[in-house]
């Protein structure tokens, strides 16, 4: 059997033979509660975040030496296609 969600790839369960590219779900693995993912999710949360220090030093280096430019356009394209949150109701 497949299941899928609309913009997420197709999940096929253990029982059904396996298809090249589709993620398989064991049908024998417990459920996991609300609570488990939650604390789950916390604890990713609390997890610092990896930083690139290379990556930071180059953009110092530019931004120091004046070669950093900022591209406006690509800025703008992307905060017009970031989704806006309600704010009546967020």
Excluded: C, F, W
């Amino acid at each position: 059997m497949i299941e899928r969600i609309e913009g997420s790839p197709a999940v096929r369960r253990a029982s059904a033979a396996p298809v090249k590219g589709v993620a398989t779900i064991p049908t024998g693995s417990k459920a996991v509660g609300h609570s488990e993912v939650l604390a789950t999710a916390r604890s990713l949360a609390d997890q610092p975040m990896p930083v690139d220090h290379y990556r930071v030093a180059q953009l110092r280096q530019a931004i120091g030496n004046g070669s950093y430019r900022i591209d406006a356009q690509s800025i703008a394209r992307a905060m017009q296609d970031y989704p806006m949150q309600d704010q009546a109701h967020g």
